[in-house]
């Protein structure tokens, strides 16, 4: 079993379940779903590029284009019940936010100061 935690996250990557404290909450990601958490959190804080995202998951699990990425993590965002959607970007970069309790953000590129 791989254990995967940041912030108010903790993932089992080998079943997709995540639990999310304070509240103790637990919901279950599909395998591709949870590639994408793990990448996220072993990367947590740093912006990568969907395909950074996609070359660090399993090859089984990655979309045929890297479109993809993003509905990935809006579907997971989703799950999770993280904070509010931010505003409508071109998702060039991820990144994992985390404050209180569990936030996956999409970043526009012109959102750095690199």
Known sequence: MRFLA???????????????????RAVLLSSQQADVLAVLIDRAGKPCRRDEIA????????????????????NIRNKLGTHPRPRRCSGLRCSVQVEDRAGLELWDERDSDD
């Open 6 to 24: 940041y912030g108010g996250v903790e993932l089992n990557a080998s079943t997709g379940l995540v639990r999310l404290y304070p509240e103790r």
């Open 55 to 74: 070359v660090a998951m399993s090859e089984g699990s990655r979309p045929p284009t890297m479109a993809q990425i993003g509905v990935i993590i809006s």
